[in-house]
């Protein structure tokens, strides 16, 4: 069936350095997209969002990429912290139809 | 955390015994759901409501049910507990009011079945 999944499940960068962490969609009518962090023993925590009539969001330090063409999105993190260390899922919506959510890519980052 | 709260965070029950989780939201928000969470499946939708006395099933509500009486909570009853339901569980809301809005989320309730 259709869902929204991940490139990557592990992603291991260094403190400092920029993190892209990558989700697939496919369903060409869904129209808007989230990004979720989940630090161990918490719930999930919204980050940022966009919608499909745009490309690209940003927030601060973090900013998410949608290119519908290849039904690709992305979440890029700049200098990376420890405190980035989590689970990171992207979540999709079609329209008249509930969120639906990926499994996850687990960042880790060392100093 | 968008003013949620569940109760309780960790319990510990025996297979064939009910239990009831409680969601509580302070901030009057029309929508509510309960997810569970396990490893390799994510996020899974069992139940949600769209106001007091309305709700609908989600993707795997089998041996759930629900209740809203009032506005701020949102119950979720496993009638006889089994192993199969051992997982994480999480209460959200939408913000926005719609079902297809931007959902927060509780802190979540461990729940172990033995």
């Known amino acids: 069936g259709e869902s929204v999944g991940l490139h990557l499940p592990t992603l291991s960068v260094q403190e400092g350095d920029n993190s892209i962490i990558n989700c697939a969609y496919s369903?060409?009518?869904?129209?808007?997209f989230i990004w979720y962090k989940q630090e161990s023993g918490k719930g999930p925590q919204f980050i940022i969002d966009i919608r499909s009539n745009m490309d690209k969001r940003q927030g601060q330090r973090v900013t998410v990429l949608l290119n519908k063409t290849v039904k690709h999105l992305s979440l890029q993190i700049a200098a990376t912290q420890p405190g980035d260390s989590a689970v990171y899922f992207c979540a999709e919506n079609r329209a008249g139809t509930a969120l639906i959510f990926g499994k996850g890519t687990t960042l880790s980052v060392s100093s | 955390d968008a003013g949620i709260t569940q109760s309780p965070r960790h319990k510990v029950t025996e297979t064939g015994t009910p239990v009831t989780l409680r969601c509580h939201q302070t901030e009057n928000h029309r929508y509510m759901y309960w997810y569970r969470q396990d490893p390799g499946h994510g996020l899974r939708l069992i139940h949600y409501?769209?106001?007091?006395?309305?709700?609908d099933k989600g993707e795997v509500s089998d041996g759930y049910s629900v209740s809203r009486s009032k506005t701020e909570d949102f119950l979720l009853t496993l009638e006889s507990a089994t192993s199969s339901q051992t997982s994480v569980y999480f209460c959200?809301?939408?913000?926005?009011?719609?079902?297809?809005?931007?959902?927060?989320f509780g802190p979540g309730t461990r729940l172990t079945v033995l």
């Open positions: 959200a809301i939408s913000e926005g009011g719609g079902r297809t809005d931007t959902q927060y």
């Open positions: 369903n060409s009518a869904s129209d808007y």
């Open positions: 409501s769209y106001g007091v006395k309305d709700t």
